[in-house]
């Protein structure tokens, strides 16, 4: 559970939240006494358990004369409810602390409009009465609020890679780009070694290749496949029979899914290859029976075609829903999807100021600004000035940099930069700008390759594109 508020300039102190059932007449006084029974629901608990226990609250660190640092606009309190269940309600009680009342009030701003509890803000919220009370309510007159009724509804989670970092952190960052346009996803290289020194490249070996006289099939634990967690937001499967677990990936793309490292096949209660969208794909679907499912909480995925290495992992989860009348397929709604992209590791990055900071953003240092300068180089233009051909200007102010990184390459591809005419590119080399022309081809490096480049202006006539803005881009080339 995630719950998030703009916190205005000049409020400190802390907030503390808890977590209610919907019938706790202490957080939610009824009209009438609660009458609610059946599964959902636990009537009157003094509040969800939080896991790992206590209660979350926030500190807020903000001054009058702006926000600090290390402040944040959005603060954000985490819960993990514990034994949570598909379809248990709850509410969320905020209640502020000392440090509030003398800097922030919960009501009213100068404008008449209510600030941290705006319904526009964070959904909406309910006052509760102040019982007036100083013994238990520090900032007393400050009025504590209560949220609407909120149910948890399940959700699934499949994480890998995504950063390229080796590991699978599960982290923020990983979610935010596991499949975002801008980044590459994670790289599943072609598995075309041979660990098992048997004569036979890896990637042809499984259970139902076609092996040579005197060779036959042994299981190793290869260790070029990429793992991939499945998992889901929720323990408890209680009244969840009808739902269903799924994994679809497209099939033909250069990629193999397994069970395990030794590429035994994954077993589910039902698999079924359909066509969407022009492709084939491969359909894996566990069903949750007597509040139980068999799904894999990983899997792995293997390179087996270099010229065709990528797809979108979907894992979703659905509600079966029975033929009406009976006899006929069921049909299946979403509930709940998330997905990630696997790519050839040979990827290319082209970066120049598209955000106009001053600088070219370092995902190793700025991730959150590298990310958004991608987003922004083809739809934002960076300028740049032409200033003549008999210019006086020095040429750091003519020039821009650019930056090229190339990553995961390996022997026998090559690369090349094309640009408009109006542009003329310069690649630093040993110290020197040394003139590009578009027809030169770099042999790519083992690797991670960095090229540092000036763009310089040299006209302002026709492009050839509709836009009228000249570009720059790269060209892989494979052997």
């Given at each position: 559970?995630e719950?998030g508020?703009?916190?205005?300039e000049?409020?400190?102190?802390?907030?503390?939240?808890?977590?209610?059932?919907?019938?706790?007449t202490?957080?939610?006084?009824?009209?009438?006494p609660?009458?609610?029974t059946?599964?959902?629901?636990?009537?009157?608990?003094?509040?969800?358990v939080?896991?790992g226990?206590?209660?979350?609250?926030?500190?807020?660190?903000f001054?009058?004369?702006?926000?600090?640092?290390?402040?944040?606009?959005?603060k954000?309190?985490?819960?993990?409810?514990?034994d949570?269940?598909?379809?248990?309600?709850?509410?969320?009680?905020?209640?502020p602390?000392?440090?509030?009342?003398e800097?922030?009030?919960f009501?009213?701003d100068?404008?008449?409009?209510?600030v941290?509890m705006?319904p526009?803000?964070?959904?909406?919220?309910t006052?509760?009465?102040?019982?007036?009370?100083?013994?238990?309510?520090?900032?007393?007159?400050?009025?504590?609020?209560?949220?609407?009724?909120?149910?948890?509804?399940?959700?699934?989670?499949?994480?890998?890679?995504?950063?390229?970092?080796?590991?699978?952190?599960?982290s923020?960052?990983?979610?935010?780009?596991?499949?975002?346009?801008?980044y590459?996803?994670?790289?599943?290289?072609?598995?075309?070694?041979?660990?098992?020194?048997?004569?036979?490249?890896?990637?042809?070996?499984?259970?139902?290749?076609?092996?040579?006289p005197?060779?036959s099939?042994v299981?190793?634990?290869d260790?070029?496949?990429?793992?991939?967690?499945l998992?889901?937001?929720?323990?408890?499967?209680?009244?969840?029979?009808?739902?269903?677990?799924?994994?679809?990936?497209?099939?033909g793309?250069?990629?193999?899914?397994?069970?395990?490292?030794?590429?035994?096949?994954?077993?589910a209660?039902?698999?079924?290859?359909?066509?969407?969208?022009?492709?084939?794909?491969?359909?894996?679907?566990?069903?949750?029976s007597s509040?139980?499912?068999s799904?894999p909480p990983?899997?792995?995925?293997?390179?087996?075609?270099?010229?065709?290495l990528?797809?979108t992992?979907?894992?979703?989860?659905?509600?079966?829903i029975?033929?009406?009348?009976p006899?006929?397929?069921?049909?299946?709604?979403?509930?709940?999807?998330?997905t990630?992209k696997m790519?050839?590791?040979?990827?290319?990055?082209?970066?120049?100021?598209?955000?106009?900071?001053?600088?070219?953003?370092?995902?190793?240092?700025?991730?959150?600004?590298a990310?958004k300068?991608?987003?922004?180089?083809?739809?934002?233009?960076?300028?740049i000035?032409?200033?003549?051909?008999d210019?006086?200007?020095?040429?750091?102010?003519?020039?821009?940099?650019a930056t090229?990184?190339?990553?995961?390459s390996?022997?026998?591809?090559?690369?090349?930069?094309?640009?408009?005419?109006?542009?003329?590119?310069?690649?630093?080399?040993?110290?020197?700008?040394?003139?590009?022309p578009?027809?030169t081809?770099?042999?790519a490096?083992?690797?991670?390759?960095v090229?540092?480049?000036?763009?310089e202006?040299?006209?302002?006539?026709?492009?050839?594109?509709?836009?009228?803005?000249?570009?720059?881009?790269?060209?892989?080339?494979?052997?």
């Open positions: 559970v719950l508020a703009p916190v205005p000049g409020m400190v102190g802390t907030v503390h939240l808890v977590w209610f059932d919907p019938d706790n202490v957080a939610n006084v009824p009209s009438a609660p009458a609610n059946g599964h959902g629901i636990r009537d009157n608990a003094a509040s969800l939080a896991a226990g206590g209660l979350p609250g926030f500190s807020l660190d001054t009058t004369e702006g926000p600090s640092p290390n402040s944040h606009w959005m954000k309190a985490y819960l993990a409810i514990e949570a269940r598909y379809g248990d309600n709850f509410i969320v009680a905020v209640h602390h000392s440090g509030i009342a800097t922030f009030e009501r009213d100068g404008s008449g409009n209510l941290l705006h526009n803000n964070t959904g909406l919220w006052p509760l009465p102040d019982d007036n009370d100083p013994n238990d309510d520090p900032a007393d007159g400050v009025q504590d609020h209560r949220t609407s009724v909120l149910t948890i509804i399940p959700s699934v989670d499949i994480d890998t890679d995504s950063d390229n970092t080796g590991t699978i952190d599960r923020d960052r990983e979610e935010e780009i596991e499949n975002e346009a801008a590459s996803g994670t790289w599943v290289a072609w598995n075309g070694d041979d660990d098992n020194e048997n004569g036979i490249a890896d990637y042809l070996e499984n259970a139902e290749y076609e092996y040579p005197g060779i099939w299981p190793f634990t260790d070029d496949l990429v793992p991939v967690v998992d889901r937001g929720f323990e408890d499967l209680s009244g969840m029979d009808d739902f269903v677990f799924e994994l679809k990936v497209t099939l793309r250069g990629l193999s899914c397994w069970l395990d490292p030794e590429k035994t096949p994954i077993s209660d039902e698999y079924e290859t359909i066509t969407e969208g022009g492709n084939q794909k491969g359909v894996y679907r566990w069903f949750v509040e139980a499912v799904y990983l899997i792995y995925v293997e390179g087996i075609d270099p010229g065709a990528t797809d992992l979907m894992w979703r989860l659905l509600k079966r029975p033929s009406d009348p006899g006929g397929d069921p049909t299946y709604e979403l509930i709940h999807e998330d990630v790519t050839d590791p040979w990827a290319v990055d082209l970066d120049i100021d598209s955000d106009n900071n001053g600088y070219i953003n370092d995902p190793g240092k700025n991730a959150a600004a990310l300068e991608d987003q922004m180089e083809e739809s934002v233009p960076k300028p000035t032409f200033f003549g051909n210019s006086p200007h020095p040429v750091s102010a003519r020039r821009i940099p090229l990184r190339i990553t995961n390996v022997s026998g591809r090559q690369w090349s930069i094309h640009y408009t005419p109006n542009l003329k590119v310069y690649r630093e080399e040993n110290g020197q700008l040394v003139h590009e578009t027809t081809l770099h042999p490096q083992t690797g991670t390759q090229v540092s480049y000036w763009v202006a040299i006209g302002s006539g026709p492009t050839g594109f509709p836009s009228g803005l000249d570009k720059i881009h790269v060209v892989l080339w494979d052997s």
